[in-house]
């Protein structure tokens, strides 16, 4: 884990252990962001259809967080249970300190959505403040 304020789901990405059953290539060494369900509240196949989204989204050229692993992880804790885990760049806040930021900020959010929804040809479904990153 790195320090990086309240939160405790930023973490510098490092290789899987050689130990692990099926260590996962990392694809930075930049900060990431994990997303991770319980494998006893989702199906694997819903978290690699997401993770295959976020991964046409950045083909098709629209700047979206980047996946750091190759493939969706499997984690498994101390106690025995089992999680599946999305891993993608940590993304900066964007500052907006007045309103030709906020302007501009806006309009890149509008061109992220436009392109998500003709290049990469998908449909956001969860746009809402907690998955836009700015601070003020």
Request: charged share 25%.
């Amino acid at each position: 884990r790195d320090d990086h304020g309240h939160s405790p789901y930023f973490f510098t990405a490092l290789p899987a252990s050689s130990s692990s059953s099926s260590p996962s290539k990392v694809l930075t060494k930049n900060q990431v962001f994990l997303k991770v369900w319980n494998t006893d509240d989702v199906k694997m196949d819903s978290v690699q259809a997401e993770w295959r989204r976020y991964k046409q989204a950045l083909d098709a050229g629209v700047p979206v967080a980047a996946p750091a692993l190759e493939e969706v992880a499997i984690s498994t804790s101390s106690s025995g249970s089992k999680y599946l885990v999305i891993a993608v760049e940590y993304i900066e806040e964007d500052k907006i300190t007045n309103m030709k930021d906020l302007v501009q900020f806006c309009y890149s959010l509008a061109d992220t959505v436009d392109r998500l929804h003709n290049q990469a040809k998908l449909l956001h479904c969860d746009l809402k403040s907690d998955n836009i990153r700015w601070r003020h």
